[in-house]
């Protein structure tokens, strides 16, 4: 069954009961509620909750929890099922501290095993049995590397599943802080590569990252307004684990990906625009207000295969390079 169907599936199973989730979207900026900023969208938590309610996973893996906001749809999907653990990982205490507290008061510590460190050293012994891999952490090519050499390439069942965050399809049009344009880009026809002292500002922002973290080699590509109306656009993907997760893709066989961007509006019986005017700094080339569904589901076995094929692709070009 190729990807596509199995979230099918899932949201025609469970899709009528994430009326029960609203709380979360309508908290994700209430520094009462997450001490981190919630950034994960609401058709995104939708079927990450469903999928978890359809594949009745025994055991996820997830890196990072933050303040627990996108936790908090995988635990809830467990509590329904009465069955299943997360194991997740946060290096920030206090963000650690926030999300269990979270948890607690929604009777979910049964459900979440939370650890606190680098999950680059707490996580080496993690058993090989997970269904589902979430990888939403620092957004660098080098740590989504580890995670797939350290997990994904030990995976046991041949049904798991894995999703990164915060990665779009390179077919993706949008704006993030009224940008772009650029620092020296224009509404020249043909797109211009730039990049802003603020937005690199904003994205450490929004991922957490120290400023040693915001590898400065993303090239950011500008497409001018289609058909000449509304604003410049890009692709979205601004962080070195975005550009190489596409790289990982064009690697797959096209069932089993799939990017949430590209089916954000095929499934209104989950209202996926309902929240697009919470989403703050994150609009469409009008200037409207839209959360970007951000993920990217793929079965494990495929981001093993894909991931060699990639290593062998980049040791025949260093090889010929050497020559």
Known sequence: MNILNIID???????????????????????????TTGQYDWLSGQVLYCLIRYIQPRRILEISTASGYATMFMALALKQNNWGRIDTHEINPKAAQSAEQLFAAHGLNKY??????????????????YSIYFLDSIH?????????????????RIDAVFHMHDILPLNARVRRWDTPPFEGSDLDPSYRIGQTKRFKYQMRKLLKLRTEEVEDIVQIKTYPPENGKGLQTFDGNCTTEAVWGNKLVT???????????????SYPLLEPRKYDRYAVGRTDSKGEPMEWNEALWCKAAAVKSAYMKLNELKTHELANHGT
């Open 9 to 35: 599936r899932a949201i025609m199973k469970y899709g009528h009961e994430t009326s029960i989730l609203e709380f979360l979207p309508e908290n994700r900026y209430n520094m009462d509620v997450f001490k």
């Open 112 to 129: 979440v095993n939370l650890i606190v460190g680098d999950a680059r050293k707490t996580s080496v012994n993690s058993p090989s049995d």
């Open 140 to 156: 660098t090519e080098e740590f989504a590397r580890w995670f797939i050499e350290q997990h994904v390439m030990r995976s046991e």
């Open 251 to 265: 690697m797959m066989a096209k069932e089993d990906h799939l990017f949430l961007y590209d089916v954000a509006d």
